[in-house]
């Protein structure tokens, strides 16, 4: 059982930034792939950033340069590094680890950017 609590979202001004956590608590194995994805109203979710274990990062082509994803393995936690904020950025970001095949989700933390 692996649980992901997600924080650090909330309403911002377009510009702006903030930064998600997530930490994650349980049966964590030393080998996965942590990162976070969104999910705006009426439409799919999609990737934002992932990191492995080994800290190697991959990112969507709509946050590059604005998003820096990173972790603490002694903490089993993921962050998420937003700045120049964009409207378009709006929605419940979740945090995401994959492990042994397996994806485990947390409950999602809300970024509202206004405009």
């Known amino acids: 059982q692996v649980q992901l609590v997600e924080s650090g979202g909330g309403l911002v001004q377009a510009g702006g930034s903030l930064r998600l956590s997530c930490a994650a608590s349980g049966s964590i194995f030393s080998i996965n792939l942590m990162g976070w994805y969104r999910q705006a109203p009426g439409k799919q979710r999609e990737l934002v950033a992932t990191?492995?274990?080994?800290?190697?990062?991959n990112y969507a082509d709509s946050v590059k340069g604005r998003f820096t994803i990173s972790r603490d393995n002694a903490k089993n936690t993921v962050y998420l590094q937003m700045n120049s904020l964009k409207y378009e950025d709006t929605a419940v970001y979740y945090c995401n680890l994959v492990q042994r095949g397996y994806a485990n989700w947390g409950q999602g933390t809300q970024v509202t950017v206004s405009s």
């Open positions: 990191i492995t274990f080994s800290g190697r990062t």
